[in-house]
């Protein structure tokens, strides 16, 4: 099992470093308002790969939240009948909550973005003042931070739903029968019927040996 949580941790804390370097070089890399030209008629974007490295630092950080909901079982939702109880479970549900609120504000400012990065619209108003559309500065930072967080908290809630170490587990074990006290008094195998004069057993004198014969 720890070598199992540790290769899971590995691949999705790859994937989170992934879509963190992707966010930041779209930031590095987006169109920015100096870069933009006016022909008369419409904003003339430049070419920039800050849509392409959004959208895919988008479906990474979704992919690696997936990753960690299946492997932790949505232990928020899913075996009610069967979760255990801890301080280590209750930590695992907050980051598990967490991160998926963390995960929701990451893909929406990457989706966000990446859309108004190239969005080749222009307006243009009758007094001759136009207005090009860039997204703001920020942006794809702040969806590569919040996707760090998303993955830092994944991996915890993932370590922490997998180290119950308060919960027993497997079939309950019974102790031996004479390791437990409370057993003294109860008696083990057949009992056994002893006849004759035995003096630990009372009232045996009107219990006949043998045949007896009776005179009519």
């Known amino acids: 099992m720890e070598g199992r949580v540790l290769?899971?941790?590995?691949?999705?804390?790859?994937?989170?470093?992934?879509?963190?370097?992707?966010g930041f070089v779209a930031e590095a890399t987006r169109i920015k308002v100096s870069q933009l030209l006016f022909d008369g008629f419409t904003c003339v974007y430049p070419n920039s790969p800050a849509t392409a490295l959004g959208i895919v630092a988008l479906l990474v950080i979704i992919t690696a939240q997936i990753i960690i909901s299946v492997l932790t079982g949505c232990i928020c939702c899913c075996k009610r009948s069967s979760k255990p109880s801890g301080s280590n479970f209750t930590a695992a549900q907050?980051?598990?909550?967490?991160?998926?609120?963390?995960?929701?504000?990451?893909?929406?400012c990457l989706?966000?973005?990446?859309?108004f990065n190239n969005s080749q619209k222009t307006t243009i108003y009758a007094d001759?003042?136009?207005?090009?559309?860039?997204?703001?500065?920020?942006?794809?930072?702040?969806?590569?931070?919040f996707s760090l967080v998303t993955v830092v908290l994944g991996v915890i809630s993932y370590i922490l739903s997998n180290n119950q170490g308060g919960i027993a587990?497997?079939?309950?074990?019974?102790?031996?029968?004479?390791?437990?006290?409370?057993?003294?008094?109860?008696?083990?195998?057949?009992?056994q019927h002893q006849w004759g004069n035995n003096p630990a057993v009372p009232n045996q004198g009107s219990i006949p040996k043998g045949p007896q014969e009776y005179v009519v």
Request: overall charge neutral.
């Open 111 to 115: 989706m966000l973005a990446s859309a």
């Open 169 to 191: 587990t497997g079939h309950p074990q019974y102790p031996a029968a004479g390791g437990n006290p409370n057993q003294a008094g109860i008696p083990m195998g057949q009992p």
């Open 94 to 108: 907050i980051c598990f909550v967490v991160s998926w609120i963390t995960a929701v504000i990451a893909a929406l």
């Open 7 to 22: 290769v899971v941790s590995i691949v999705v804390g790859f994937l989170g470093l992934l879509s963190v370097i992707l």
């Open 128 to 145: 001759g003042y136009y207005e090009c559309y860039v997204v703001k500065p920020g942006v794809f930072a702040a969806g590569a931070i």
